[in-house]
């Protein structure tokens, strides 16, 4: 019997200037999951975005984000967290409203 191969699925996660974390958490928690829970398909996911670092909505600071690819695969599944317009008053939030729009 031959093993086959996972078919790979790349995941863009745009992540916006003030991002919502529950909009990147919980769509991402799922997909990690669906790694361990089977190996018939693979997500590999990205965090891509206009900035390197984002405040969350929460006051959270994500850093590591990709800036936003060229080209995206024909297959690849995106997903597009919301922008808050309000952060959660924290030391960090302070900073990330000075940010300006993306």
């Not at 929460?58 to 590591?64: A, K, Q």
């Not at 997903?79 to 729009?101: N, V």
Request: proline share 9%.
């Amino acid at each position: 019997m031959s093993v086959m191969e996972p078919r790979n699925i790349d995941v863009l996660v745009v992540v916006p200037a003030r991002a919502l974390l529950l909009d990147i958490a919980g769509p991402v928690e799922v997909l990690r999951k669906a790694n361990f829970e089977q190996d018939v398909v693979r997500f590999n996911v990205r965090y891509v975005g206009p900035l390197a670092n984002v405040t969350t909505s929460i006051g959270l600071t994500i850093s590591g984000i990709e800036p936003l690819p060229g080209n995206v695969p024909a297959d690849a599944m995106i997903i597009i967290s919301g922008d808050a317009t309000e952060l959660l008053d924290t030391p960090a939030s302070a900073h990330a409203g000075s940010a300006g729009p993306w």
